[in-house]
C-alpha cells in the first residue's frame, strides 16, 4: 500500500497511507466524464454541423443535440448557415447602431478603394458584399481561405465592372446596375471554385472623387441635379397643361357638335310642321287658316295678363271695373 509523508509546518510528520483502489477509481471516474463530456456537441438553430471521423468528412448533421464518438475520434464543425455575413471595402465599421462609427481610412483601405473608370478618371468607391454559406462540406474544405478569395475576387470584379463606365455614370445613374454586375459575376467566379458560398447583395455605398478634384465633381453632380429637376418640372407642367387644354377643345368640340345637331333637328321639325300645315291649308283654307288665327291669338293673349273683354254697345261699365289695379289693391 503507497503511503506519502507530509511535514507540517510546526515540524510534525503526517503519513497517509493511500489505496490503489482509490486511485484507480479516481481515474476511471475522471475518465467517465471525459468520455460522457465529450460524447454529445449542440448545434445552434443557425447552424450546420460537420462531423469529421479521424479528419475525414462523415456527415452533416442539423440543429439540435447530437451525439459523438468521444476522445477526439470524432470532431464536429460548426458553420452558420442561416446567418448573413458582411465584407466590406473601402471602409470599416468598428460599431453599429444608432450612431455607427467608422474606422479611420486607412492605406490599405485606400488602396482597394480606389479605381480607374472607363474614361481614366479616379474614382473612391466603397461597397458591401453580402453572402451566406449553402454547402458548410464545401465552404471548409473545398477553399483554404474563402474569405480572401472573396474579398480578392470582389475587388477584381469591382474594378472590371467600374473601369467599363465613366466616372459620371458610377457617380450617378449606373449604380443600380453596378449592383448587379458585381453580384452575378462575383457569385459566378464563387461557384467555379466549388466555395459553397451565395452572394444575396452588392451595395454600392459611397462613390466619390478622389479629394483635390472632389469639389469640381460636386458642383457638375449639383447641375445635373439642378437640370433634371428643371427637366422633370417641366414634363410636370407640360403633363398638366396638355390634357387640359385637350379636354377643352374636346368639350367645345362636343358643344358645338350637339349645338349643330340642336339646331338642325328643330330645322327638319319645322320644315317637317310647316309642311303638314300646308298640306291641311291646301285640303281647307279657310278652317285651316281660321285654327291657325285662333291658336295664333291663344299664344298672345296667354302673355298680357289680365283682360277684359266688352260688349260694343256697353256703357258706363268702364268706372265700375278695378282697371290698372292688379288683385283690388289701392
Given at each position: 500500500?503507497?503511503?506519502?509523508?507530509?511535514?507540517?509546518?510546526?515540524?510534525?510528520?503526517?503519513?497517509?497511507?493511500?489505496?490503489?483502489?482509490?486511485?484507480?477509481?479516481?481515474?476511471?471516474?475522471?475518465?467517465l466524464l471525459l468520455v460522457v463530456?465529450?460524447?454529445?456537441?449542440?448545434?445552434?438553430?443557425?447552424?450546420?454541423g460537420v462531423v469529421l471521423r479521424f479528419g475525414k468528412f462523415l456527415e452533416r448533421v442539423p440543429p439540435g443535440l447530437h451525439f459523438k464518438l468521444p476522445l477526439g475520434i470524432d470532431r464536429v464543425e460548426k458553420v452558420k448557415t442561416a446567418f448573413t455575413f458582411k465584407e466590406e471595402f473601402g471602409f470599416r465599421t468598428l460599431r453599429a447602431g444608432r450612431r455607427t462609427q467608422y474606422a479611420p481610412i486607412g492605406r490599405d483601405m485606400l488602396k482597394e478603394a480606389l479605381m480607374v473608370t472607363g474614361d481614366l478618371n479616379m474614382a473612391q468607391v466603397e461597397w458591401i458584399v453580402q453572402y451566406?454559406?449553402?454547402?458548410?462540406?464545401?465552404?471548409?474544405?473545398?477553399?483554404?481561405?474563402?474569405?480572401?478569395?472573396?474579398?480578392?475576387?470582389s475587388e477584381s470584379i469591382m474594378r472590371e465592372v467600374v473601369g467599363d463606365m465613366t466616372v459620371t455614370e458610377v457617380l450617378t445613374e449606373k449604380r443600380a446596375e453596378i449592383n448587379s454586375l458585381v453580384k452575378k459575376g462575383l457569385q459566378e467566379a464563387m461557384d467555379s471554385y466549388d466555395s459553397g458560398i451565395r452572394i444575396t447583395q452588392v451595395i454600392l455605398q459611397d462613390v466619390n472623387p478622389p479629394g483635390p478634384v472632389k469639389d469640381a465633381f460636386d458642383d457638375v453632380n449639383k447641375a445635373q441635379q439642378e437640370r433634371e429637376k428643371t427637366i422633370n418640372e417641366a414634363r410636370q407642367a407640360y403633363n398638366k397643361a396638355v390634357p387640359l387644354a385637350k379636354g377643352?377643345?374636346?368639350?367645345?368640340?362636343?358643344?358645338?357638335?350637339?349645338?349643330?345637331?340642336?339646331?338642325?333637328?328643330?330645322?327638319?321639325?319645322?320644315?317637317?310642321?310647316?309642311?303638314?300645315?300646308?298640306?291641311?291649308?291646301?285640303?281647307a283654307p279657310e278652317v285651316t287658316g281660321y285654327r291657325l288665327y285662333m291658336e295664333t291669338m291663344e299664344r298672345v293673349l296667354a302673355g298680357l295678363g289680365k283682360k277684359v273683354v266688352l260688349d260694343e254697345e256697353a256703357g258706363k261699365v268702364l268706372p265700375l271695373l278695378n282697371v290698372g289695379r292688379e288683385g283690388g289693391g289701392k
Open positions: 500500500m503507497p503511503k506519502k509523508v507530509i511535514r507540517m509546518e510546526d515540524g510534525r510528520e503526517v503519513t497517509i497511507h493511500v489505496s490503489w483502489g482509490v486511485i484507480f477509481t479516481v481515474l476511471a471516474v475522471i475518465v463530456n465529450s460524447s454529445y456537441y449542440t448545434v445552434e438553430a443557425n447552424e450546420e451566406r454559406i449553402r454547402d458548410p462540406y464545401k465552404y471548409l474544405f473545398q477553399m483554404r481561405d474563402p474569405e480572401g478569395t472573396l474579398r480578392d475576387l377643352d377643345a374636346l368639350k367645345m368640340i362636343q358643344e358645338a357638335q350637339g349645338y349643330a345637331i340642336d339646331r338642325v333637328n328643330r330645322a327638319l321639325g319645322d320644315v317637317a310642321r310647316f309642311s303638314a300645315l300646308l298640306a291641311e291649308y291646301r285640303k
